[in-house]
């Protein structure tokens, strides 16, 4: 009995120093002003760079003090763009009933095609679905997440895909930096289910998905690396 409680007070001991020692959520980069060679693609006061996906009607999301709220439909930029760095902050909700993919869920459709996912997922371990996820790809080194009600923020580099002879020569690679944590370091990815209609090594627009959820966003732009 009293090896094993030696034992146990051991392992609780690593697993405290552990947790102590692992990089936190911080607001290094919320209210980050996007540099002079930066595309503003929200400045606070409307969705005029924004359509649905049809790419032409004009997008309809609630915009408010700054901020602007899943609507009806998803959303994507009028223009396209290719190798770029991308500062977002969104808003998860507080859903206590719901669970799983019905809590607070949205995406963030990096290129048009590549879902970095939205979600509250708030001191889980993390999955390929959780938030800070490429869906269903990679899941996140560690939980970078605040919890629901607290803003948090994308700092996103993404390289899209090159085509050679009509084929895939290398797949698109994106970092992710999630709070000011790196939980996604220069992966390769895959084309993700429901975006837009370009394909793999093409120019995307930046798409925003309406998943029934009321997540808020705000302060996005984008420094293009072409």
Known sequence: MMRRSLAAALLLTVTVARSETAPKPNDETIGLKPSTDAVVL????????????????????????GIFTVGSGSIQTKKPFGRFQLHLEFNVPYMPDAKGQARGNSGVYLGGIYELQVLDSYGLTPQKNDCGAIYNQIAPKVNACKPPLQWQTYDVTFQRAEIKDGQVAKKARVTVVHNGIKTIDDAEISPCPAGANNKEGEDGPLLLQDHGN?????????????
């Open 42 to 65: 929200f400045d606070g006061t409307n969705l005029d760079g924004w359509v649905k996906t049809d790419g032409k009607t004009p997008a309809e999301w609630p915009v408010k003090d």
């Open 214 to 226: 009321r997540v808020q966003y705000r302060n996005i732009w984008y420094k293009p690396l072409d």
